[in-house]
């Protein structure tokens, strides 16, 4: 399970979060789109066994606002 949560230092103002995590070649092994409720960006993602061991980035976009993030699968 991963869980982005306190990555913006403020609410947010947009919609919809849009998370997408990429292989270390750059291939898209997961992509989503969640609403924000009340301004809480706060998203559970469970991945069960879908990622190999390795590191991977996580990019995290709402509005005009993105954040990427290492995430390592062990």
């Excluded at 919609?15 to 898209?28: L, P, Q």
């Excluded at 997961?30 to 590191?55: F, R, V």
Aim: with cysteine; charged share 10%.
């Amino acid at each position: 399970i991963f869980q982005c949560n306190s990555i913006f230092s403020r609410p947010l103002t947009a919609d919809a979060i849009n998370i997408a995590i990429y292989s270390s070649t750059g291939a898209v092994v997961y992509q989503t789109t969640n609403t924000i409720e009340n301004g809480n960006p706060k998203q559970t993602i469970s991945l069960g066994n879908t990622l190999a061991s390795g590191m991977y980035m996580v990019k995290i976009n709402t509005g005009n606002t993105s954040v990427t993030k290492t995430l390592i699968v062990e």
